[in-house]
């Protein structure tokens, strides 16, 4: 290609893996399942397809746009996770192919592509040996098969973005569970720490589910943006009717100019090969839909499970600070009765002359019976007594002095 790049085959590429895949780096897989990786920059990549930088700007690893299917002219523009491609009515543009989550999509449209456009050959070759159409009824009725080149690629993209995401739920539900039970049967920190972790790993995942099933609600509600999705129907408008479902020159047509179509000459163009039917592209974003509504509802359900258990640990330690509570009233009430015993000692203590001082020497006699009538009911804590008494006795009599 030039100074914009070079084409390397898919077979030299794959061999060699210790070479590492850069981020100009990008695979075209074509209807006959051929992949050849595209060493090019931005600028070749809008040249070949025809689209523009705003679009293609989705598309950068190093930019964070949320999770988006767009319907352009001639290219639809995927950008799900890690799944960053271009599709056209004719071939399919990966980003990254060597990166470990994209590998198994290369793979899988390169095993899926090859078949489905063996089928449409098988059904042309059936038709022309019984005779039934002439060349005009065959290229017609192949422009409006059930499910075109774009769909298909569309839906390998999506089947794989919803395993990724169904993958990643199961691994998180494996090791959040046991993670839950155990910090219920013992709170450490090593266990909340832990749950904290799973937590935040839950939440993360949740928000990148929830950004796909949006995008694809989103697209099932507006009928105009699945229309767009139809590339091969608007090929097959904009063709003339006697090279019935021909791809026109698209490399020698400015995108500028492609832009510039109005609605009004796309309606039309499309009305003819119906257009507003998009029943067979809605059943297949309704089936993965569903499927991606399923791995919310396992998050959702994962963190109605945390949330109880969030609320069982909290009663936990609800009750042991009430235990903590009782435990201090009752020191503060032992303060309180022995606090009684320094009250009398300090008012016997007090260098003061009082007329009730004299003449109560048998204050002496009660005082040792009340400190052996302690001992004898409280032995455990004779020490105690034996530092109160002494210091009761030394009180009274430096009073009584």
């Known amino acids: 290609m030039g100074r914009d790049g070079f084409i390397v085959p898919l077979d030299i590429q794959m061999a060699s893996k210790k070479k590492t895949a850069v981020s100009r780096s990008w695979i075209s897989i074509d209807h006959n399942g051929k992949g050849t990786i595209l060493d ?16 293609l700007r ?35 543009l990966l980003r990254d192919p060597l990166d470990d989550n994209v590998i198994p999509i290369v793979e899988e449209l390169k095993r899926r592509l090859p078949l489905v456009n063996a089928i449409f050959q098988g059904q042309g070759e059936e038709e022309e040996q019984l005779g039934k159409q002439n060349d005009v009824d065959i290229d017609s009725q192949s422009c409006n098969v059930e499910f075109p080149f774009e769909f298909r690629a569309l839906e390998v993209a999506l089947e794989g973005i919803c395993s990724f995401l169904d993958a990643r739920t199961r691994e998180l539900e494996t090791a959040a569970y046991p993670a839950l039970d155990e910090l219920t049967s013992k709170i450490s920190s090593r266990n909340l720490d ?14 990148r589910v929830q950004k796909v099933r949006d995008e694809l609600e989103q697209l099932l509600d507006d009928d105009d943006d699945m229309a767009d999705l139809y590339l091969s129907r608007k090929l097959a408008g904009a063709s003339s009717p006697v090279s019935g479902c021909g791809a026109p020159d698209w490399f020698l047509t400015s995108p500028t100019i492609g832009s510039k179509i109005s609605k009004t000459s796309r309606a039309s163009a499309g009305t003819i090969h119906g257009e507003n039917d998009v029943e067979d592209l809605e059943m297949l974003l309704e089936a993965y839909f569903m499927q991606i509504d399923g791995t919310l509802n396992k998050l959702s359900t994962l963190r109605e499970y945390i949330d109880d258990t969030e609320d069982y640990i909290n009663i936990q330690l609800d009750n042991h600070r009430n235990q903590l509570i009782q435990l201090e009233l009752f020191l503060s009430s032992g303060t309180v009765c022995l606090s009684i015993y320094s009250l009398v000692a300090a008012i016997f203590g007090m260098n003061i002359p009082y007329t009730w001082k004299e003449g109560h020497g048998y204050v002496f006699k009660w005082v040792r019976g009340v400190h052996h009538y302690l001992f004898s009911q409280y032995p455990i804590e004779v020490h105690q007594l034996e530092y109160l008494a002494m210091a009761f006795e030394r009180s009274f009599f430096s009073t009584l002095e």
């Open 58 to 92: 989705i598309l950068d690893p190093l930019l964070s746009y949320p999770s988006t299917i767009l319907g352009r002219e001639r290219v639809i523009v995927l950008n799900l996770e890690h799944i960053k491609a271009i599709i056209t009515a004719e071939e399919v």
């Open 40 to 55: 090019v920059d931005k600028y070749a990549i809008m040249s070949r397809v025809q689209i523009h930088a705003r679009d």
């Open 194 to 207: 832990r749950v904290r972790k799973l937590k935040s790993a839950m939440t993360r995942l949740t928000n």
